[in-house]
């Protein structure tokens, strides 16, 4: 960019600031003078204006900025949405417009400050909204390089379900990251025919669910981004600007929960990961619909027809893990299900128990053990009276009635060298205090379930009957 007005502090043009829509916004302001490096400020502002915001935009900027000059009502052509954009900046880069001299509200400098309002700034008050601000400004008082940031904010974010969706990150490569990709998009579709009203305005996600969208945009920065820091953390602000319903909501994805998720794509684990989770998408207009882990598809089955769902269109349908990691809630439940007809690499059970539910290494290795013990004799009838024993386990008692007598017992009267759990074991590791008994007795059960996949002890018969065991005990259980 060349810098050619001295009233501009172009550091602090893209320097961040810890506030998410300004630094979309400087972070925009970076990529586009690399795409047009003979444009000083003002020049790359007729062109974001001219070029993105009025031709391919079609001047709907109505879900960021209401009243400014490119979306008033009152400004009926083009030409004077561009007179009137340009005259706005001219001003303030040159200093002409009304100021005053104080603290910028986002960079903290003392500086000459403009007053922003709806017009300018997502989720801020103005007119008759002035009570939003401190001793009823007319708007947030910000030095002239915010007010230039706020404007390329939008190129910087996506439409999703119809509010604006813009993701932060502690790790500045994951927000350049997001912004990038966006840019990169809204630059394509320069020149383009764009058709109809639907395709104008802000670029629109392909997806209608928050979770699948965070989660895939996860998918595809690991992917070009393989050596990301693992301790990222994400943010996703979704939010409406509309003055009849302006509202916020954030979704936040933990740096523990990232770790983890970034681990699960590990070679190693991938196919496992993907096919378990593939098979918790679910459609209320798609009932009865049933992964098929060869083909990768959803089927729905009938005595006439049969309907085939590729993953382009079930990737749409709302996925019962990704909402449950977006909630913290224990996917364990869902593994211990899928566990019962297909292998599962217990080492990605061993991880999440560790980084997100907290659960002591030793126990996870104890529960091994006593997995392996239970499947000892591959003999299929006592392995499913056992399961069945375990799997009937309502409250803590059972579960320690189970461990004495079908391990402890079993262990002395069979005259193992080794005591296979100690009374410190027991305390410290099976039932401590403030551990939820029933975490132990599923992983119990995932890990025996592993066991008999790895040694090829479950058959279809054992799998299916287990399974449907397991279902009628749930369904009397919640009548």
Known sequence: MKENFKTIDYEWLTKPTGDP????GGFA????????????ILELIRCITVDYYIKTWKGKLHSYFHGSKITNPSIKTDEARIDGTMKLFEDIITEKAEAEFGFCRITGRETKLYSLGRESLILAGSGGFINFH???DDGLKMSKEIVIRMFFMPLATVLLQGKIALLYSNNLDAIKYWVNENCKKNKYRIGKLIRDEEEAGALKSEFSYIPNALFSFVDDMLLNLPGINYNTSLTLYHCSNFITKSELQIY?????????????????FIEDWRNFIRSYYQDSKHKGAKYN?????????TSKDSLII???????????????????????PEILRWSRKHPFKFEIVSIYQQNIIGMKKETIEKIKELAAFLVRDENADKIKKRIKALDGAKNASDLRRF?????????YAENYEKTIVTVDEYVDYLFPDGAYWAEVRDLL?????QELHERKLISEELSLELTENNEIENENNNK
């Open 293 to 301: 882990i060869v083909t990768e598809n959803f089927e729905i089955i």
């Open 252 to 268: 936040q994805l933990p740096a523990n929960v990232f770790l983890f998720y970034s681990t699960c794509l590990q070679p190693k």
């Open 403 to 411: 461990i004495l007598k079908d391990v402890v017992v079993p262990n």
């Open 21 to 24: 829509f300004a630094d979309a």
């Open 134 to 136: 401190h001793g009823f």
């Open 445 to 449: 059960l995932i890990a025996i379930y």
């Open 310 to 332: 590729k993953n382009e269109e079930y990737k749409n349908w709302s996925n019962k893990i990704y909402n449950k990691l977006l909630a913290n809630e224990s996917i364990i």
């Open 29 to 40: 302001i970076e990529y586009f003078s690399e795409q047009y490096p003979e444009k000083d």
